[in-house]
């Protein structure tokens, strides 16, 4: 904001222009008849929202600006809509994924260890459409933090690395709308100035059409989320062509949306107020007929038709005050959250392995008979609720010519009810829990010498249920950081006391669970460093190492890669499983004019180890990727118009089916795909026109996803009859073009 005294004006009229780096000028007319000051405030030119901040280098003034141009959630939507969790693929430190992920994986983590908050408040369902989409609107965000290293001790930092979202702040000067529309969703943004000018709001919303406009292949969208004849390799010749599927599917039905909004009210001494608010969720629906074997299901070919059905559903709405106030030369930060994330999941013929003995195979082709000892189907049903309440309060200051300290605390409340059903138990799981956790912390920032930044902190928990006590220390340093060459060394220790359990292979909502007094949370030691690379301002490159042990990470009991040799203490789910994790990532970037071109390799191994699975042997785990490469352009070709291109490569995923057939490989295929998309922006008079046009998987690779067994259908009599089992890859996503068109004015 400018301030302007007007006085000793000359009686004509005079036009004053403000204007600021980043920012739209404005233009006002004054005449000698003012007699008061006249405050103007700018608007920031940028559209708000297209942009990740990534705060693993210089985190302590929790902006490196560095990275801005590398990830660009604008430019990178390969199914039409704009996703900041894709955006950072670029990134070699996150592991390369499907269309279809629940969440992203960090150096090794497991994806339930990635924390994602909005406003401060916990969002426990990242996607829409079971990892199609982001559970956000990038029209409502203004900037993001993605911390992957060591995370500042302001933040509980679980293993897998933080991803902090604002909402954007509305317009304090004008009133202002977007509506856009994608090929799988439509859109709307308002905001206006309140109280004269020293506030704002905003309300911004999306609904998908998925499943009533079959716009440039959406119907393909849905039939992958749903396990609907998902794409698969070809089967063994001895067993001819297939002729049918088990499952014949009817109309499907799946939906998603997602709702913002943000009150904001300022001082005139400073202080800031922001009440915003969240809701989103998925409906998605498969009934169909699927043929069962009359009988034992061990002899014979006759079928019957039974009707089944596949219905997912979450939601999670999120509440968040905030209030932001000076206290000399302190600052202080308030934060009252709640969050309720509440699951149902039911599927009428879910595929379950046996958890008694089972025979070895010699080849690929099973007979009926193996598949009944090796397989069953049952229904599988769970539903879940769980509710979080925060109170979060941070004091900052100056530490005299040094740096910065931190100091504060945090109050967690939680409520938890689960209920799961199996067909092999003879009760249902259900677990019901309220539980408190008191969080502590300190954090300094300083620059005790010249060539040194030192980034220290600590942050404790208290846990009620079980009465856990534990520390999490934090430390990285920087050496010659303003140096064209630099050093860096991270190490901490990090608490997880909320856990995410998945199906694998299996689009369903997620469930959350929470540390007992007989289950301990999960636990990683981190330690990290690095070498940095500056030797020109157009030119950066970076090589960093990494070592993580994770302890006590959950995975569900019907999802362990090989068959179980031990009870589960009564839960449906492991809770002492230990990971190992190490790798070395390097990444280049070059500008050249308009171009920038970056290259990120990654060298990793993650492997798991739990006594009652493989033996107690170790094993690689499913989102183990041994080589990574992901290259990316991106150009400015004027008049508003960008390009973008990726490629991406990783070696095949481990092949969870060669612990029980020893006759198959142990990983599958390597993935590779390109994705590209074309972006344009231009004023016209008062509005502001943006069109996106991109296609995922560019050259439609047949990209392995994972392994399983299928069974075949003989259609050409009268009446089905089984005409084999086999195992065949089943396929990502293929290509899939996809559009965005936004107005603004």
Known sequence: AFRIAAHRLPEEAVVLTASYVGYAPRRVTLDGTATSDLALRLTPEPLPGQEVVVTGTLYQAGLDTTWHRLVRPDLYAPLGEASV????????????????????????????????????????????????????????????????????????????????????????????????????????????????????????????????????????????????????GPVPADLGTPTGRLVQPATPSARFYDVHGKLYVESSGGRRLMLSAYAGGDRTE????????????????????????????????????????PLGRRYSRTVLALSHYHSRYAKDDFTYARPDSLPAFTDTTLTRRDLGRLFFTGRFAYESDLLEAKLAQHLDGPLGRLGTWSLGGALHAYRLDYDEALPYRVLAYATEQQVGQVDLFGQIDATPIPALEAHLGVRSHYFSEGAYLRLSPRLRLRAFPQRPVSVGLGASRAYQFLHRLTLQNTTSADVWVLTTDDQPPGSVDYLSGGLYLRPHPTMMLQVEGYWKTHRNLRQREISAPARLQADTLGTTWFFDNTAYARGLEVLHRQRLGPV???????????????????????????????????????????????????????????????????????????????????????????AVVEARASVFNLYDRDNPWYRDVTALLDTSRRLPRFSGFTVVDVYDLGLQPAFDLSVTF
């Open 596 to 686: 920038q071109w970056t290259t990120s390799y990654a060298l990793s191994r993650v492997e798991l180890q739990n006594d009652a699975v493989n033996g107690g042997n170790r094993y690689p785990a499913e989102w183990d990727r041994r080589h990574q490469v992901t290259t990316h352009l991106q150009a400015d070709l004027g008049a508003g118009v960008s390009v973008h291109a990726a490629w991406l490569y990783a070696t095949g995923a481990p092949n969870v089916l060669a612990y029980e057939v020893p006759s198959e490989p142990d990983r599958l295929d390597p993935y590779h795909r390109l994705d590209a998309s074309l972006h344009l922006r231009r004023r016209l008079g008062p």
């Open 85 to 232: 969790l894709r955006a950072l693929q670029p990134l070699p430190s996150v592991t390369l994924s499907p269309a279809l992920s629940g969440g992203l994986t960090v150096r090794g983590s497991q994806d339930d260890g990635f924390q994602v908050l909005l406003d401060g408040a916990p969002v426990y369902s990242q996607h829409h459409f079971f990892g199609f989409f982001d559970a956000f609107n990038a029209d409502a965000l203004q900037t993001v933090g993605f911390f992957y290293d060591v995370t500042p001790a302001e933040y509980q930092a679980p293993p897998g690395g933080t991803l902090a979202f604002t909402t954007r702040t509305g317009s304090q000067t004008d009133f202002r709308a977007t509506v856009g529309a994608s090929n799988v969703a439509a859109r709307a943004t308002a905001e206006g100035p309140l109280l004269g000018g020293r506030g704002s709001w905003l309300l911004s919303g999306r609904h998908s059409y998925l499943d009533a406009v079959d716009w440039l292949g959406n119907s393909d969208l849905v039939a992958q989320g749903l396990e609907v004849n998902r794409s698969t």
């Open 286 to 325: 498969q009934p169909g007929e699927r043929y069962v074997v009359a009988g034992d299901g061990l002899g014979g070919g006759r079928l019957d038709q039974r009707t089944v059905a596949t219905t997912s559903r979450w939601g999670n709405e999120t509440v968040s005050l905030q209030m932001q106030a």
